[in-house]
């Protein structure tokens, strides 16, 4: 018996350091109590909005933690509707982002999307942005600008009040370069600085790598800046067609820091 068990320990520790380091959830779950988070997001869809495996990812790992959360999102037009299995944009098709994002709760009153206008810094022990193109086109100007882009009102607000208030903020995917715009010398990872193949999959949005690198920011992976208690975790700047886990373990430890760093 203690054969066996010696010998699937190995196996695991093996299967373990062949998976990317950024996306292994380390350690068991906690449980924070009543840690109230604020969760920001930019639509539905990973081509016009927020990603909707980042965004039900994150959600599951506060609820599992055992964190209260609120979903807030501005109330004014996304950039534009993609056709996602065209990848194209739809002529003619304007939404809300407001309302695209509620397709993300299930209508109970206390989880109802809100305004990101009224989100409140005081009323909150972190924030976290999942990611997706909303993050480049909606909360951002990226899209347009690239690394001398401009943040929404409410997003450049929400990051500085939680930042000056020695609140952590979570960041997936593209969501970093919003902090690395507005806070300086903050510390992020965005995945490999580098095109590279794997036997998991590749990546392709490198260029926002240099992006960040040229607003200031120190990338590094993987990373948890303790100093400016920011957290962020690659998700889906890698490419996959189907080692989802990874992106949900990821997401699993950005959140694990998250409500660490709340608790101090």
């Avoid at 993609?82 to 098709?93: A, E, F, N, V």
């Avoid at 086109?137 to 882009?149: A, E, P, Q």
């Avoid at 590279?196 to 790598?209: F, H």
Wanted: overall charge neutral; hydrophobic content about 35%; glycine content about 8%.
């Amino acid at each position: 018996m203690l054969a066996t068990r010696t010998l699937l320990s190995q196996q695991t520790v093996a299967v373990l350091s062949r998976q990317p380091a950024c996306f292994v959830h380390h350690g068991d779950y906690g449980n924070w109590g009543n840690t109230n988070v604020a969760l920001v997001f930019s639509g539905c869809g990973w081509w016009d909005g927020t990603d909707v495996h980042e965004g039900v990812y994150t959600m599951y790992h506060l609820s599992r933690n055992g964190a209260r959360f609120q979903m807030f999102a501005p109330n004014q037009q996304q950039m534009h509707v993609m056709d996602h299995m065209k990848k194209q944009p739809i002529s003619g098709d304007n939404r809300n982002m407001m309302m695209e994002s509620a397709r993300f709760h299930h209508g109970q009153v206390k989880r109802q999307m809100q305004d990101l206008s009224s989100l409140d810094v005081n009323n909150f022990d972190a924030v976290i942005f999942p990611g997706g193109h909303g993050i480049v086109k909606n909360l951002s100007s990226f899209m347009k600008d690239g690394k001398d882009c401009k943040l929404h009102n409410d997003v450049e607000r929400v990051l500085k009040e939680f930042h000056h208030s020695s609140k952590p903020i979570g960041l997936a995917s593209m969501a970093p370069l919003l902090a690395c715009r507005v806070l300086p010398s903050v510390e992020v990872t965005m995945g490999h600085e580098r095109d590279e193949k794997t036997n998991w999959g590749n990546w392709p949005q490198t260029n926002m790598v240099e992006a960040v690198k040229s607003m200031g920011a120190r990338h590094v992976v993987p990373h948890v800046d303790e100093k400016n208690k920011v957290v962020s975790t690659p998700s889906f700047m890698w490419e996959t067609d189907y080692h989802y886990h990874y992106i949900f373990d990821g997401i699993g430890n950005m959140v694990k820091h998250v409500m660490r760093l709340s608790s101090k």
